[in-house]
């Protein structure tokens, strides 16, 4: 990573107030392909992110660069009665699913602007909101049309265990994807 990025964990407090360069962020790398999502996801995503920052377990590492939100990274560790693996469609033994007090970590967002990829922001970010966790394994979900971020975490040793998708007429596949943790 170049010297003149700064990647600083943030907690769910401070997080509120920065929830509108979060959003701004997510519209934008949401665009592109293989996504190319609208409005609707970002007021989904701001919906989400408000409850996600107040629970337990709650880590967000974000990437600046002139003091400009570049990237960000954040996740939530799962509660035994998560719906996390609800909607999996693809079998998968209750090995996988099962979810006991502090055994998964998810990590429900990983985003880098555009002029800003291929420098190592990613994995900077991976690696710090991963880094010191106190559960057994970290879980993801990742659309398959996503090469490069599937590349990505593929060499960071994660591996598929399924495919889920959201109830919502029209919603599309995403690969689930494990990786135990240190």
């Known amino acids: 990573m170049t010297t003149d990025i700064e990647c600083v964990v943030v907690d769910g407090a401070r997080a ?106 990613a994995r900077t970010m991976h690696d710090r909101v991963l880094g010191r966790r106190s559960e057994e394994r970290a879980t993801l979900t990742v659309a398959p049309a996503a090469q490069a971020a599937q590349a990505a975490y593929r060499a960071w040793g994660w591996r598929q265990v399924a495919q889920t998708r959201n109830p919502l007429p029209g919603a599309p596949v995403f690969d689930v994807l494990v990786k135990q943790l240190d």
């Open 16 to 121: 509120a107030g920065h929830v509108d360069e979060m959003a701004a962020l997510y519209t934008e790398v949401y665009a592109e392909p293989p996504y190319e999502w609208g409005a609707e996801h970002t007021d989904l995503f701001t919906e989400r992110f408000d409850v996600q920052r107040r629970q337990d377990g709650f880590t967000l590492v974000e990437a600046r660069a002139g003091g400009r939100l570049i990237g960000m990274s954040f996740g939530v560790t799962l509660l035994p009665d998560t719906p996390w693996w609800d909607n999996v469609i693809t079998p998968v033994a209750s090995s996988v699913t099962d979810e006991r007090p502090n055994r998964t970590f998810a990590l429900v967002e990983l985003v880098v602007r555009a002029p800003w990829r291929r420098r190592h922001v």
